[in-house]
Structure formats: C-alpha cells, structure tokens
C-alpha cells in the first residue's frame, strides 16, 4: 500500500505569512510536494504558477468563485437567480487552472438565500444545480479538468450552505440503492426525486469528470459513521480533505478523531489523490506540522510523479 500525498491548503496554513506566493514557498520547504487554495485570484495566476514552480510544486484544487460575499454569497451552483454568475465564475476558474495546471476544481453549491425556508426551496436548488453541474462537466470536460462536490455541515460552520451531507437525508444503503436505480428512472416518465443525495446528483448528471470532495471534518459533524462513509463513497472520491473535530485544528490536535486509523484506512481502501490540510493551525504552522513529519518518518514520503 503507497503512503498518502498531503496538499497544504494555502487558504488556512500559513496564516503568519502575508500573501499566497509567501505560503507557497512556506509549503514546499516544509516538504509537501502540492497545494490548494479556495480562492486565488486576487493573484494573477502567472505569479502563483511562477511560485508553484520554483518551489517544485503543484497545485492541486482551487474553488470557483464564491459570489458576492458582502451578500452573504458562499458559491453558486445550486443558487436560483444566479446560474449567469455561475458561469462567468466557472470561465475564471477554469481560466485559471490552466494557467496553474491544476486538475482540479470544486464547484461550490453556495447557500440557501437569506430569509428563504430550506424545505421550500430545495426542489429548485436541485433544479439549479443540476442544470448548472450539466454544463460545468461539458465545459470542464473541453479542458480535461474534473470538477468536485463538497458537502460542507450545518452544524457548525455555515447553516445556511445548501449541499450538507453526501447522503442528503438518506442512508449510505439507500444512496447506493439510488444511484444503481437512477439510470433507469432517467428512462422513465416518473416524478422526480423528492431529496437527491450528492453521490445521486453526481450520478443523475452523469458524467465521469464530476466527483465528491470528502472533507472528514464535515462528514464526522453531519453522519460520523466516517468508516462506512469512506468505504461506500471513497470510489467516487477525486479529493480529500482533514481537519480535526470539533476544533477544526490540527489532526493531532485533540479531538474526536484517530487520524492514524483513518489515514489506514484510506490506504487500505486504496485512495489514490491527494489529502488537503485544510485545519486552523492552533500555533506556528510548521510547528504544528509534527503529525505529518511523523507521518512521513512511519510511512515515507512520496516523490513528485509517483
């Protein structure tokens, strides 16, 4: 079983350092070998390729836009009203991660719209979606890019976000019932789903470039039950992403999680992509890296290109 690849979220590490092109090069002398950032574009994209670069590293995920946030925007992709938005947002990203050779990008649900009831308006943010991730693959697809799906708690971190948990009011067994059944629905002349789960909207829109973002801080907040959840959707899986639970701190940090089973099993189930440090550091980031320094010293450190 290879080790796993770390990517170090640059919008999270490395807060005492000012600008991305500082945490980029932070990131590759603290020996990770990739990045990802929500955000970058308040740098034009030739500096932080030109960053990237000579630090040896690669950037591997990047957000689309997330709308207008003094409105409370937190993406999108599932926000009635808002699809030509969504849209130039998409076009920016993907210009650039071209730029930045970055394979991939999440295409964020966004929130459900202030003073709006979540029941009485989820049919048509499905709606929405759908027909927002249908052009996001076609577009994406043109480029050899893949586009991911994140689930992101309600609990905790923003009540409002629209795509809550991978099951979205179902049960893994019902979510794997849906998504063998949804192919042949499509066929049909049948009443649309009431609740799709994200692994079901993956598989209604249909396309092989659109994947899940598995953040275990927010799984573990909305479902637990985090080894059923990685066996059932890790298949469908193009990212992962870590943090602690509930203080969202480093993995070694204290908490409800064993990151050293978790990190197993993900090597026992063969997870192949890269797993995003995206935690608030509780001290000097590089400090707090020891986890992964351990990590490397028990398992190896994997080369660019492996």
């Not at 490395?14 to 092109?21: M, S």
């Not at 071209?98 to 308006?121: N, Y």
């Not at 693959?137 to 809550?164: C, H, S, W």
Request: hydrophobic share 40%.
């Amino acid at each position: 079983m290879a080790p796993l690849r770390f990517s170090a979220n640059l919008s999270w590490l490395f807060p005492e350092l000012p600008g991305l092109p500082a945490r980029v090069r932070a990131a590759g002398s603290s020996g990770f070998e990739a990045v990802e950032v929500a955000w970058p574009y308040a740098e034009p994209p030739e500096t932080l390729a030109r960053a990237a670069r000579e630090a040896g590293l690669r950037l591997v995920l990047i957000n689309t836009p997330p709308g207008d946030q003094e409105k409370g925007e937190m993406g999108l992709g599932a926000v009635p009203g808002r699809q030509a938005a969504f849209r130039e947002g998409l076009e920016q990203a993907v210009r650039y991660a071209k730029a930045l050779s970055c394979p991939r990008i999440h295409l964020m649900a966004g929130r459900v719209p202030q003073g709006a009831d979540r029941t009485a308006v989820k049919a048509e943010m499905e709606t929405v979606f759908l027909e927002n991730l249908r052009h996001a693959a076609g577009v994406l697809a043109q480029e050899d890019l893949v586009g991911l799906l994140e689930p992101i708690n309600t609990r905790i971190t923003d009540p409002q976000y629209f795509l809550d948990t991978p099951q979205q009011g179902t049960t893994p067994a019902l979510c794997l019932l849906l998504s063998l059944l949804i192919p042949v629905l499509l066929r049909l002349t049948v009443p649309s789903l009431a609740s799709l789960t994200a692994a079901a909207i993956l598989q209604k829109v249909g396309r092989p470039n659109l994947q899940l973002q598995m953040d275990i801080f927010h799984w573990q907040i909305m479902d637990g039950n985090l080894t059923g959840n990685i066996q059932e959707f890790l298949p469908i899986v193009g990212h992962v992403q870590v943090a602690q639970v509930p203080g969202r701190g480093e993995p070694s940090s204290p908490g409800e999680l064993n990151f050293p089973y978790l990190f197993q099993l993900l090597e026992d189930e063969g997870y192949k992509g890269f797993v995003g440090c995206e935690y608030q550091p509780q001290g000097d980031t590089v400090e707090g890296l020891s986890w992964l320094r351990s990590y490397w010293d028990r398992r190896g450190h994997p080369k660019a290109g492996q």
